[in-house]
C-alpha cells in the first residue's frame, strides 16, 4: 500500500485536509475536497478510496447524509503542528499541509503555552456540531473541578487561546483557556438553543467602539504615530467584541487609567473614555483600570 508521503504533493494536501476535517470537524465529504480544490467528484472519490485505504480505522460512512463522521477509532494520519494548526483553524482549512516557504528570514517570538492538539480537536469538533462537553478544568481560583460547557467559539487574545461557552455550572457565558482543560468527557445533553447558543451571548454579540490615542505623557508622541500610521492628532478607530475588549487592551498594553498614569515607556497608547467603555464591556484586566475608573 502507498503511504501518503509517497502520493503527490497535489493529493497528500487532499489528504491532508481530509484527515484535518475528520479530527477538528468530525465530518468530511466529498464536496468539501470539490470545493476546496477544484477538482471533479470522481477525483474527490478517488482520494477518499486512498485514505480509507491508508487509515481504514478513521472514517465511518453515513449513507443517509452522504457523509464520512470521525470513527470513534480514528488515529491522525498525518502529524500536526500546534501553531500551525490553530493557525489553520483560525483562517480556515486554506492555510494547507505545509506553513508558506518563507523567502526572507523572519524570526517569530516563541510561543510559550499552546494547547493539546486532541483537546482542541474535540472542542472543535463540540462547536461545529453544537455539543455540550463535560470536562475537568483548573482554575486559578478553585483548582481542579466538572465542568458542563456549550462552547461556540475559539478566542485567540494573542497571549493563549480560549473558547467561549455557555457554562452550565455557573448558568452563564464564559472564557475557559484552553490549556487548562485537563479532561474532556462527552455529555449527551444537547444544547439548549434558547439559552446556550451564541445568539444568547450578549457579550459576545454586543460591539464596542475603542478610541486609542498615544499616551499623553509620552516624549515623543510622534514615534506612536509613526507605529500605527496616523497624522499628530488621529487616533485609532477599533471595534472589539465586549468579550474580548479587555484582551485586545491588555495584548497592545494600552493604558486605561482615567488620568492615564501609566509609564508611557510601557504603555504607549492610552484608551479615551474609559469610564465609557467599561459601562459596555468588563475592563477588569485592562491595564491601569480599576472600579474606581467607573465611578
Known sequence: MMPPQEASPNQRERLWQIDFLARFRGQVTRQDLVQRFAIALSNATRDFTL????????????????????????????????????????????????????????????????????ILAAVSRAIYGGQALCISYVSISSGETRREIVPHSLVNTGLRWHVRAYCRTHGQFRDFVLTRITAIHTTATPMDRQT??????QDWQ????????????????????????????????????????????????????????????????????????AKQANLAIAPGFTLENDR
Not at 91 to 112: F, H, M, R, S, Y
Not at 196 to 201: F, H
Open 206 to 277: 454586543r460591539l464596542v467602539k475603542l478610541e486609542l490615542v498615544p499616551h499623553p505623557r509620552a516624549a515623543y508622541a510622534r514615534a506612536i504615530e509613526l507605529d500605527y500610521s496616523l497624522q499628530p492628532g488621529q487616533s485609532l478607530q477599533l471595534t472589539a467584541r465586549a468579550a474580548t475588549a479587555a484582551y485586545l487592551l491588555r495584548r497592545w498594553g494600552v493604558d486605561c487609567s482615567l488620568d492615564a498614569h501609566l509609564n508611557p515607556d510601557e504603555y504607549q497608547l492610552a484608551l479615551r473614555d474609559p469610564q465609557g467603555v
Open 196 to 201: 446556550e447558543s451564541i445568539d444568547r451571548d
Open 51 to 118: 485514505y480509507r485505504q491508508l487509515a481504514p480505522q478513521n472514517l465511518d460512512y453515513d449513507h443517509s447524509d452522504k457523509v464520512y463522521r470521525r470513527a470513534a477509532s480514528f488515529k491522525p494520519l498525518f502529524a500536526y503542528d500546534r501553531e500551525h494548526t490553530l493557525q489553520t483553524l483560525s483562517l480556515g482549512q486554506g492555510v494547507g499541509l505545509e506553513p508558506c516557504t518563507q523567502t526572507i528570514l523572519v524570526d517569530n517570538a516563541t510561543a510559550l503555552n499552546q494547547p493539546d492538539l486532541d
